[in-house]
Every structure is written in C-alpha cells, then in structure tokens.
C-alpha cells in the first residue's frame, strides 16, 4: 500500500450566511487520505457533511460568509488558487463529485454518452469522437452495457443511472472522487453491485474515494479509513479496522450501537436528543448534552487527542 | 411466536392486482401483474414484515389492503368484511380500523396544517363533533409518542420538526382512531440511523401496549428481526418465501432470500476486502414475467428442466413455507 498523502484537509471552515445569523456548516474540520484509498465520512443529516463536500470542490452558493483552511492535494494548496485555475486544473480534472441522489441529477435531455464525454471535451479539449470512445471504456469499467450511451437517463433504472454519475465522474480520470451518498435511494441489491463497483475501481484505476454517508453498516464495504463528523466537527480519525471493531469517541461508540444487525442478535439502542443547532453551537464539547460520560470538563472546547494513530476530539483520552 | 389459537384479523387469498396497459390512452396492451397469487393470514396483535425490493409489488398489496385498489381476482377478508366490495360510507368506516404509516414524513404531513390540526382531521372526519373532546384525544396520542411537552408542539408546522418529530406526528395520526391494524411503508427508510432505531422502538411498543397488528413493508432485512414475529419475502409480485423471523434468517431457503441476506452488511471492516456474490441482472418485467418460477434467470441454483416450466407452491417445512422446487 502508498502511504503518501494525496489529500490533507486542515482546519477547513465555512459558515453561511442566513438571516438568522451565521449557521457553521463545516466548522475546523481535518483529515488525511492517502492514494488509492478510501475515507468514509460518518455523520448524520444537518451535520455538514455535504457542506464539507462541497467545501472541498469549491462548488459554493453565495451566502458565504467566512470559508478558509487549507487543502492539499498531493501537496499543491488548491486554496492558494483562483476560482479560474481551480476550475481548469482541479476540479473534474483531479478531483471530482458524484453527487447526492445522483440519479436524478443527469440531464433528461441530453444522451448519457454525450453527457459523460462533456468532461473529457472541456477538461481536456479532445474531439467528441475520441471523447465518446473514452465514455465507452468507462462504461465498461462501471458495468453498463455500451449501446447505453444512446440512451437518455429515463431509459436506464435506478442502479444503472448510478453508475452513469459514477462514470462521468471517473471519465477525466481523476486522483480523487468525492462520493456523496452513492446508494442512499437504491436496492439492497443494486447497493451492493455498486459497492462491488467501486471496489473493482479502486483496484482497476487507482483512484481514492472520499465516501460521505450516513449508512454505518454499508460504508464498511468501502471503508480504510473512518471520519466522524458531529455537529459540523471532525470527532475521531480512525482506521477502518479499529474503528468497526471498536470507536472510541462516545459518539462514534452510540452510533455504532444503533446499527441494526442481520448477523448478530443485539438489540440496537438509539441517542437521546438532538444535535445542536449550528446557528449556535454550544461552547465546548458538542455532544456533551447527549452524552452519557460527561464530566466537568467538557463545558471547555476538547483537544484532539492522538490515541495509537486514532485522533479523538474529546477529554477521555487526554492524558 | 405465531400462536395458532389467535383469531384472524386480515385474511389474503390468492390476491391478484393487475394494471391494465393501453397503447395510445386506448386499445388492450396486456397488464401490470404488480401482485400476482398472493395467500396469507394475520392476526390480532401480530406484526409481520413484508420485505423485497422496489418494483416487487410490496406497495400495490399494502393499497389493497387499504382498499386503495380493487382486487382484479382474489379476496381480501378484514374480520369479516370483504374489502373488494366495499365502497362510499361502508370503506370509510373500514379505514378508521387501519392506520396508515407513510414513508416519507415530510411528504406526507400538508404543511398548511399545524400539528393541531393534522391529528384532529382523522377525528372530524369519523364525527367527533365536540372539539374538548379532540382536543384531549390529540393530547392523549402526543404523549403516546411522545412528542413531549405537548404545548410546544401542538401549534408547530411540519416544517418546524425534524424528521424524527415529523414521523412521530404520523404515527400519532395513524393510531388517533384506535385501529386494529397499522401499515407501515417503510416508515424509517428517510430517518437517520439514530433516529430509526428510536421510531422503531417507539413502534413496537404501541404495538404492545394496544395489541395492534402491524403489517411492517420495508427493504431493509437488518431491521426485520427486531420489529416482527414473522417475514414475508416478496419477488416479481409473488411472496416466495414466508417465516418466522429467526427461522428466516437463521436459516433463509429461498435462493432470493440468501441472496438479499447476502447484499445486506453488516459493519465490519473485512467488508471491504470482499467482493459480495450477488445475482446477474435485475428483477423483471411484471407485464411479462418469466415462466415458472420468477426468479429462475438469476438463480444460481436453477434446476434445468423444471424451474422454468412449473409455476412453485409453498413447500413447508412446519411453518417454514418457500416457494422453490429445491425443497421438494
């Protein structure tokens, strides 16, 4: 396994703006990928994952009021860049999106072939015919017969227009594809073709996935290394191993708790509560109203701990 | 576990619901066959889960139930009702006895409507005139699920709840007329983990508490074991495989039903080192589906000769029935 780093996310911050004040999405979030990796980001909804997706592509609304940290992608700081170079260097070149709810996201008026070649012909100035020739090969990597590229995204199911997003994300060949819940709306079964998907992929193009999810269970098909993100936070670092065995941040254990099994008869048990709003996070630990190892200490911001090459945000494991 | 001296509540035989297909809005171009020879018995108290895939027919059998579609061949028997029949005042009536648990809450609460006003609808429309009396009926079913302190919500709009609190208000409306059977749609497939175990729990215990029949329709094999005594496995329109729940996944028959057991994860991080071995190709088409058994072009252990000829019947094993020929 390559263990050089081919993304570093530090400290990486965006608030919006609303009328309510300033609601703080992605709020100091961190974590390292290495090449041909996988990093599962775990959190629930209104956690900013998404946010934090978004946050690493530049793909930003308007209401932006404060948005810093650094990325780097294989050591160059895309955060350096102007919105110009980023778009002709970065995004969809090196680093790409397969968005949430996918699916629907294809343009019903356009063949899927010339959508997935669109890429190519912006990105890398190819002719079309040469373009077509790449989306072919790329349905083939996907699993989707190649006269689909005549097609448009109605004639195709659920499972085969994920596989689409997913191709014309892979179609520039990209170092980096960032996957924002792939299989929330599909099948137990096309769920698990599409996993079997991306691994093959891994394997086949070198590629890292950055996995955003709120699917505990299903994550663990992809996963080497776990983020877990709670209330706009990054709350443990963890390898993938450890981490399914037994997390360590009082959050991360709670979650995991309430996964129902197929395979084991534990009966799951749920978090009281509720996240915190982001408008106004409470100071502090964010999860300590909820959580049931609480002590004096968590009414003060936790430092990120480094437990055996795990960071866990949170006062149990400061020495 | 199934107890054989429980009275039949919902009684299903041989359910079929065909769509009829016309070509240019008229002329006959063959049927949907969405539920096609489905037979099988509920009773009082007793919480079953239909499971299979979109697409499977799961949704068209539950309106049925809820007198939403007219049998096209078949019976459905509610204590002694014959739903098919009924129609104008008499179907009214027979829906207050059913609750109704959307999928997606959001969806399925109007958001011109305070939480107030949605669960004293079901009331007004069965007649309840006096509005103290609604008043304290829909105080009494926000404490049942608890969507407590009662005040702070009774004037709040759907889209002022998060999603666990929006499916609380569902279920509340689902149960405010007292019902010998509730239907849930896949009433946590919207929520997040945490959150589903908690609608899940708070479920089973209404469940309890007011020995209501569940009719459990979801995808997700995961959460079956801990919400129902028995599984209903639905493929192409047919069940093929109905057990009690650890009977089924102890010990699953149906080549469908190990491989939907199969694609299910667990978390555990040797997933990823794996491939899944799944079955080729997708379910088929309910206006022309394949020969004998449905599932024979994508199963793996098809026995050449016999699978795509004859139709299976249930083949039991005590209370164990699969509809396959390898348990002849």
Known sequence: MLNETLLRVEDLVLHFKTQKGSVRAVDGVFFNLAHKEAVVILGESGCGKSSLAKAILRLLPRNIERYDGRVYLDGDDTMAMDDESYRQNIRWVRM????????????PVLKVGDQIAEPMIIHHGVKKEEALVQAAKMFQHVGVPVDFLDRYAFELSGGMRQRVAI????????????LDEPTSALDVLTQANIF??????????????????????????????????????????SDAHRFFAEPLHPY????????????????PEFITGQPPSLLDPPKGCRFADRCPRRFEKCSEEPPTANVDGIQVKCWLYTS | MTDKQR????????LHVWFELRRFGFGHAGYVKAVDGVTFDLHYGETIAIVGESGCGKSSLMKTILGLNKPTKGKVTFEDLDVGLLGGEALRKYRSHIGYVQQDPFGALAPFMNVQQILEEPLRINGIRDSAERESRVRKVMEEVKLTPVDDFLHKFPHMLSGGQQQRVVIARAIILEPKLVVADEPVSMLDASVRVEIL???????EKYHLAVIYITHDLSTVRYFSERVFVMYAGNVVEKAPVNSLVHNP??????????????????NALQYRELPPGEPPSLVNPPSGCRFHPRCP??????????EPYDLAADDHLVACWLYK
């Open chain 2, 301 to 310: 252990k098809r026995i050449e000769g016999l699978c795509e000829v004859e």
């Open chain 2, 201 to 207: 729990k708070l479920l089973r215990g209404l469940q």
């Open chain 1, 252 to 267: 991360s254990r709670m979650l995991m708790a309430s996964v129902p099994r197929l395979r084991a008869n534990v009966e």
């Open chain 1, 96 to 107: 790409s999106l397969v968005p949430q709810a996918a699916m629907n996201s294809l343009n």
């Open chain 1, 196 to 237: 079997n998907v991306l691994k093959r992929l891994k394997q086949e193009l070198e590629v890292s996935f950055v996995l955003i999810t709120h699917d505990i269970a299903t994550s663990s098909e992809l996963a080497d290394r776990v983020a877990v993100m709670y209330a706009g936070q990054i709350v443990e670092v």
């Open chain 2, 253 to 270: 028959k149906h080549p469908y039903t190990e491989a939907l057991m199969d694609a299910t994860s667990d978390p555990d991080a040797n």
């Open chain 2, 7 to 14: 009275d039949v509540l919902l009684s299903i035989q041989d």
């Open chain 1, 167 to 178: 191709a014309m994300a892979l179609v520039t060949a990209p170092d980096l594809v960032i």
